[in-house]
Each structure stands twice: as structure tokens, then as C-alpha cells.
């Protein structure tokens, strides 16, 4: 039989094969070569097993192991080889089998998997990070965090929905966190909001089970009021964990959601003053009144919130400082009520599927697309690229930014760019720099309407949000929501501008946030989240 070499390459993010029938070839899955532990306790390989009887044996070039040759005595088709099985079990996914010795190279390897002495399956590896995990498939392989799964799309059915715009409706996501009965879960990126915590500390004092997970580090460090809020959570009693360090599964845990019962809270704000507060910042949310989708979201929750890279609250803040801040204290109008209506659901993350499912809406409008963001990544990114196509084939596109004077300089060299091409290409395509005017100081809204689809969440139109960020978002098909946001869209659009300008709004200044690299960690503003 020949050999099936995989020979690591570019990394490309795929799923793993599914598990081998009698008939199918055998294959290396996945390797954790050099995970986080003393003497690299634990590290495995997963092999896919056809259920024959042979003579299997896994050979580093140096040392030779023997697999079970019965396939009763093997748990399943798929499963992983480890020296260590204790240690192994804490990070594989697949059943163990133990062998006598197995020792993996961090700087390189080649492993070879042999029945009857015949080699049947190769895997080549080089420079294994440190608690990462090599995943390999028929598209592709790349080292990921041990623990990290991609999702796919999750489908829900028709649901009931509420939409809102913020700061015009701070009223719904802190009347649904205090309206929980059984259990609220709550996770984001930063959170400093007293109202916020009110709530969740209120929630606990009835006997609502209450979590909270958010960034560990995020840009310019968390404030002095961020540590006291989070302080007083832990203080109430509240599991707080904290995801990130050297070896975190995302770059920021970035998702704005809250499971409250058999309700779904999701939204583009952070669990700040600003956010849900009533003040400063543009947004957009959902409440979805379904308990498939606040149980699909719960589940990404405890699996976040489970990995090794989650710190609870109490131990990780011990010795740590906290910058001063001033959180921000405008009061803006109300214009626009919330909406309810119904609408099938799709819950989209990232890593893994996100930027696909929205380039999907986007290529999938017949009439209109509006877009609105802090900012744009790339001009060649996938989710701008869409836009431009959807307008290439005659649909009406409106791209609005943000003015803010932190993100103005570079939104305004954008919206100059794509006016410049619709102009040139003769396109129904147009792009703005919002002004406020008083209605709100900033648009922190990541959403998108395509005909009859809206999308709502955290997902930043660049390549470090769709790839290496957790996010959350949700894709509700409804004409009623679709017409209640697009409607929201034209207001702010109306107020926007297409020329280059700088837009500084009252206090701006003072929210400056001074960006630290730390770790592997890139510069970028804590207001543009």
C-alpha cells in the first residue's frame, strides 16, 4: 500500500475528517506535540483506524509503539496515543490509548503509522508552537489552541425577536438581564457598567445561577473602575472568569451576549456606560425569545469559560494595578423605539464561520445591502470585497463609518476610495462618515442589512476580529426586523457626509486609550471594539 503523506503547510483552518469506516484509509487527525506542561505531559497523536484486525505500530523514526491489533480492544475508529493517558485526557477530544513510551520532537517530527510493517500513513511537522494543537484534513491543516473547536452556522427556527438601537433603548438589555429567574450568563469584552452589575448581583441574591466571562487584557489594561465592578461581582458571590494569557484560545474575547433564561441578548455594545448605559455610543441588538438559541449560546459559554486559559476573577487580579479612567457621562435623545417581531435565526461565531456566513448574506441580496462599522480592515478583505460585488451586479449599497476622531483619518480615506470606485465603475454603491449631531457621540454598531436579513453582534470588519477573535453575531431573516434597522440605517445615514472630514465629538478627547502591545497582542483602540 502507499503511503499518505500530510506534510504541513500554509496554515489553513479546516475540520477534521470524519471518522474512518472499515473501507477508509488510515490517517493522522491531529497532534499536540508540545503542550503546556512539565516535560511536555500529555502531548498525543490522533489516528483514524479502519476496524480491521493487523498489526498497527506508530514509529517516530526512533521509537516504535504497538497499537491494540484487535479493534475491540480499540475505543473506536478514531482516537489518540499518548504516553501520559491522564495527562492526555485533560486535552484530547478523542479517547486515549495508552502506550509504553511516545515522544514527540517540539522542533520537528516525522511520525509513521505502519500495519504489518507496510507504512500506510505519514505526518510531517516542524516548530510546534507551545499549547497548540496541528488539526489536518482534506483542505488544509493548521496549529490552533488546544481546546479551540471552529463551529459550524447554527440554524435556529422562527423565533421571537425584539430589535433595539442604542443609546436610544438602554432600558432593554438591563431590563432583560433583571428580569432573569434561573440563569444569566454574561459574556464580553470589557465591562465597567454599575447598572450592569446591579443587575447581575441582584440576580444572584434570588438565586439566579450567575456568570461572567470577559477579556483578561484589554487594550490599555482595564480600568481601576473595570477591576471595582468586577470586584463587587466576585464579592456578590458571581463566578467571574477572565479569558486570556500566553496560551488563550483567541487573541480577545471580544463577544457582547447574554443568556437569560431562555432568552438570547445580543449586541454590539460593550457592558459599559457607554454601551448600556444610555450613553455615547451607536448600537445595535437583538433579544431572541428562544430556548434553542440561549442553550446553543449557553454551550458556547461553557465552552469558553471551561478551557485552561479561563482565570477566575479572585486569582487573577492578585498584585495587579489599574489605570484610572473616566467613563463616559453624555445623555443623548430616544428616538427610535425597540421593535418585536419574528424571524428564523442563525447564531454565527469566530474563529470559524463567521466572515463565510456573512459574505454569504452579502452575496446573497437581490435589491439592497447597508453596512455599518467603526471601521474597515483591508480594501481587499472578504466581507468589503462582497460589498463592492453586490453593487457590481446591480444591487444598492451604503457603506456608513464612524466618524469618531480616533478611526476619521483613515474611515475618510475609505469612504474617498469607494465613492472614487463607484464613480469610476458607474456603481450603485456610496459611502459616508456618520455625524452624530447630538443623537449619540460615536457608531460602535457591527451590522449589516441585505434585503431581508439582519446581522447583529460583535464582528469587526477586519481580519484580526474574523480570524483570531472570539465574536458573536446572529443572522435573523425578517422583512419587519430588516425595515426597522434599515429604517434605523437611513436616519444615520442622513445625518452623514461623503467628504473627507474629522468628526470630534464633545469629550472625545478624554476617552483616549492609550494602545499596549502585550504578548502577540496588536494596537488598536478600545473604542473601536
Do not use: C
Request: proline fraction near 6%; avoid cysteine; hydrophobic fraction near 45%.
Amino acid at each position: 500500500m502507499v503511503a499518505a503523506t500530510l506534510v504541513l503547510a500554509a496554515p489553513t483552518l479546516v475540520a477534521a475528517p470524519a471518522a474512518a469506516t472499515a473501507t477508509d484509509p488510515p490517517a493522522f487527525v491531529a497532534a499536540v506535540p508540545n503542550p503546556v506542561a512539565d516535560g511536555d505531559a500529555g502531548e498525543f497523536v490522533v489516528v483514524d483506524v479502519p476496524r480491521v484486525a493487523a498489526n498497527w505500530t506508530l514509529s517516530d523514526g526512533e521509537t516504535t509503539v504497538a497499537l491494540p491489533d484487535d479493534p475491540a480492544e480499540r475505543p473506536g475508529t478514531r482516537f489518540a496515543v499518548g504516553d501520559d493517558p491522564n495527562a492526555t485526557r485533560r486535552l484530547a477530544e478523542a479517547p486515549v490509548v495508552g502506550v509504553d513510551r511516545l515522544s514527540l520532537s517540539n522542533a520537528g517530527e516525522r511520525l509513521v503509522l505502519r500495519r504489518d510493517g507496510v507504512a500506510v500513513a505519514t505526518l510531517d511537522y516542524r516548530d510546534a508552537p507551545e499549547g497548540e494543537r496541528l488539526v489536518l484534513g482534506d483542505d488544509g491543516r493548521r496549529w490552533r489552541p488546544v481546546g479551540f473547536e471552529p463551529r459550524e452556522v447554527r440554524r435556529h427556527g422562527t423565533a421571537a425577536v425584539r430589535g433595539f438601537l442604542l443609546p436610544d433603548s438602554p432600558g432593554v438589555p438591563v431590563g432583560t438581564l433583571r428580569g432573569a429567574e434561573d440563569r444569566l450568563l454574561l459574556a464580553g469584552y470589557t465591562f465597567t457598567s454599575d447598572r450592569v452589575a446591579d443587575a447581575l448581583v441582584a440576580a444572584a441574591e434570588r438565586g439566579v445561577k450567575v456568570r461572567v466571562l470577559v477579556d483578561a487584557d484589554p487594550v490599555g489594561g482595564r480600568s481601576a473602575q473595570g477591576a471595582a465592578v468586577l470586584d463587587e461581582l466576585a464579592d456578590a458571590g458571581i463566578d467571574v472568569s477572565v479569558l486570556g494569557g500566553p496560551h488563550a484560545r483567541f487573541e480577545y474575547h471580544h463577544p457582547k451576549y447574554a443568556v437569560v433564561d431562555d432568552r438570547a441578548l445580543v449586541l454590539s455594545e460593550n457592558w459599559k456606560p457607554a454601551g448600556v448605559g444610555g450613553r455615547s455610543s451607536r448600537g445595535w441588538g437583538v433579544v431572541v425569545d428562544a430556548r434553542s438559541v440561549a442553550n446553543d449560546l449557553a454551550g458556547l459559554f461553557r465552552s469558553d469559560a471551561g478551557g485552561r486559559d479561563a482565570v477566575p476573577w479572585r486569582r487573577y487580579r492578585r498584585g495587579q494595578t489599574f489605570e484610572p479612567g473616566t467613563p463616559a457621562n453624555g445623555s443623548y435623545p430616544s428616538r427610535i423605539d425597540p421593535a418585536a417581531t419574528t424571524g428564523s435565526v442563525r447564531v454565527l461565531t469566530a474563529p470559524g464561520n463567521a466572515e463565510a456566513a456573512v459574505v454569504g448574506v452579502i452575496d446573497g441580496a437581490d435589491d439592497r445591502v447597508d453596512v455599518i462599522q467603526p471601521s474597515v480592515g483591508r480594501r481587499d478583505g472578504p466581507l468589503l470585497r462582497a460589498t463592492v460585488r453586490a453593487a457590481e451586479r446591480g444591487v444598492r449599497v451604503r457603506v456608513l463609518l464612524s466618524g469618531a476622531w480616533y478611526v476619521a483619518e483613515e474611515n475618510a480615506a475609505l469612504v474617498d476610495w469607494l465613492n472614487g470606485v463607484a464613480e469610476r465603475r458607474d456603481l450603485p454603491l456610496s459611502a459616508r462618515l456618520a455625524e452624530p449631531r447630538g443623537r449619540y457621540e460615536k457608531v460602535h454598531a457591527k451590522g449589516v442589512v441585505a434585503d431581508d436579513v439582519v446581522v447583529v453582534g460583535s464582528l469587526n470588519w477586519n481580519a484580526n476580529a474574523v480570524s483570531d477573535n472570539r465574536e458573536v453575531a446572529v443572522a435573523v431573516r425578517s422583512d419587519e426586523l430588516a425595515t426597522y434597522f434599515r429604517e434605523a440605517f437611513a436616519a444615520d445615514w442622513g445625518q452623514g457626509t461623503g467628504r473627507t472630514a474629522w468628526i470630534l465629538a464633545a469629550g472625545a478627547l478624554a476617552a483616549l486609550i492609550v494602545a499596549v502591545v502585550v504578548a502577540r497582542k496588536t494596537i488598536r483602540f478600545e473604542e473601536r471594539r
